[in-house]
């Protein structure tokens, strides 16, 4: 079974630039999360996706960032402007059957820097 | 606040030694605490699932423990393929599936 695909694997940017990241979850998973993962510390969940809908994003920062999960499959997550803080791994991960005990699998990630 | 905090930060074994890495946390109310495992430039890779005290879970070396405030992972005779950033999640009640993670312990096992 094909894991969580992420991509792109890494990428730099200029500060106030945009950047987007994609991710394809494990086919047939139903919820598909986005995390945050500063350099030290332990992920940190930005939205979390059930099919279409957006479940939580109570710590998205949506004056800058947005993400979209269209048709329930793939998902991307966008930021504009980027800050310098927004330097980190994003990691997608997903579940299948919604409930909130499931096991969420992880991609390798897109290790973002901003300059 | 919702919290985990893991012990030590790093730890650093030789070959054969074994040990105990630690979680403690404050949530309200548990329904899951996880272990991950987490290589350089990779994602987390998941290992235990753990729902109430007292219960454990074993995998080839590894054995993770829960008690009401804490869990433990306990290596057995570690091997250097075994050093990776291990990484302990709580999903408090009421959550949908934000998972809260700790910062990790970091793990060297040499030969």
């Known amino acids: 079974e094909a894991g969580v695909a992420q991509s792109p694997r890494y990428k730099i940017i200029e500060k106030r630039q945009s950047v987007a990241f994609w991710c394809n979850p494990i086919?047939?998973?139903?919820?598909l999360y986005w995390y945050q993962q500063i350099l030290g510390q332990g992920p940190k969940l930005l939205i979390q996706?059930?099919?279409?809908?957006?479940?939580?994003d109570s710590q998205l920062p949506k004056d800058r960032f947005s993400a979209e999960r269209l048709k329930g499959v793939d998902s991307t997550l966008k930021i504009q402007p980027a800050k310098l803080e927004d330097s980190a791994v994003y990691l997608c991960?997903?579940?299948?059957?919604?409930?909130?005990?499931?096991?969420?699998?992880f991609g390798p990630g897109t290790r973002l820097t901003v300059l | 606040e919702d919290q985990v905090t893991q012990s030590p930060e790093a730890l650093r074994l030789q070959e054969g030694e074994s040990s105990s890495l630690n979680c403690s946390y404050t949530v309200s109310g548990l329904r899951g605490l996880f272990w991950y495992r987490q290589d350089p430039g990779k994602g987390p890779e998941f290992l235990f699932t753990l729902y109430s005290a007292g219960e454990e879970k074993e995998k080839e070396r590894l054995k993770a423990t829960l008690t009401k405030k804490e869990s433990f992972l306990h290596i057995t005779a570690p091997k250097p393929e075994d050093s990776a950033t291990y990484l302990c999640a709580v999903l408090p009640r009421g959550s949908q599936g934000n998972l809260i993670f700790g910062k990790g312990t970091k793990l060297s096992v040499k030969p």
């Open positions: 086919s047939g998973h139903a919820t």
């Open positions: 991960a997903s579940s299948s059957q919604g409930v909130s005990t499931d096991t969420q699998y």
């Open positions: 996706f059930q099919n279409n809908g957006v479940v939580d």
